[in-house]
Structure formats: C-alpha cells, structure tokens
C-alpha cells in the first residue's frame, strides 16, 4: 500500500503560519514556541481594544480561540515528522472560567512521550484515536484564568479510494 505524506514543517514554519493565521492575528493570539518534537507549545494571549469585553478583562472566546488550534498541530506535526498523513482537528473542548483575565495570558500545551506512543499505538491499530489534555490560562501573576480541555481527534488520511493511507 502506498504511504501518503504530510508535509514536515519546522517549529518556526509552524509557528509563522499560525501567527498569520487571521482567527489567532485579529485577536492578538500568538505562538510563541514549538519544541523541535512538537511535544510542547506555548501561546500568548496578548490584550488589546479588539479583545476587550465591557469589563475591560479579556473576551472568554478569545481566550477559547487560544487553545483551539495547538493541539490538532502538535500532533499533525508529530506524525508528520514520522512520515505518516494524518487529518487531525479539535472534536470537542470545555472551558471553565476562573476569573476576570486582566493582563496577558499563557498557555501551554503539554504531550507526554506516553501520549505520543498511545496514540501511535491506537493509529497503528485502529487507524484513529481521540485524545484530551487539559490547559490553564495563567495570567501575569500567575493566577489560573481558565481552565480548559481539549480532545483531538485524528486519524490517518484516505486515499481516492477510502482505504487508510498507511499502516
């Protein structure tokens, strides 16, 4: 069978995509770091007039768009690295405000080496797997904002013919 590849990009190819990406631009949410494994992202949630409530504090869907996008990559990235093509989006999150977010806020995003084999076992076997995480948003003080998780799915991409591409 075939082996369909995904394109491998750089930590920094990653990160400039995403901060150019105009949902995370226009509100001010930037990557900030991708470890070369793709195991770990850090993401700034930067305040500004376009990301303001009536409060003054940081709108709760921009801090929700923070955390949208990094998980699905982290892990397209992960099998691309390997040489696999995998589709992989966010199926589902829950968010569960704190507090007020009055300055800035950091997020991120961890993946063990025991995730990453789990979920290249669960491809291996099942050819798709779905996985949570658990992020917090922490301001400048260090207080908890939000917490929030995650669960991505992915799955390996099919070819014309609906067959798995690898494995």
Known sequence: MPRLQSRKLSPWAMKWMLNLFPPL??????????????????VRVKRSIWTRNLHGTTF?????????????MLYWQIFAQRGL?????LQAGRIRYEKPAATELILEF????????????EL?????????IDVQAVDQTGAVCAQITMEAYVRLSRDKRGAPAAF
């Open 110 to 121: 961890r993946l063990s080496d025991e995730q990453v084999a789990w979920a290249t076992g």
């Open 60 to 72: 709760g869907g921009t801090i929700y768009s923070a955390a949208d996008s990094p998980l699905p």
């Open 25 to 42: 631009l226009f509100q001010r949410i930037k990557i900030l770091e991708f470890s070369a494994d793709f195991q770990y992202c850090r």
């Open 85 to 89: 093509q995998v589709e992989s989006w």
């Open 124 to 132: 291996e076997t099942n050819g798709r797997f779905r996985q949570s």
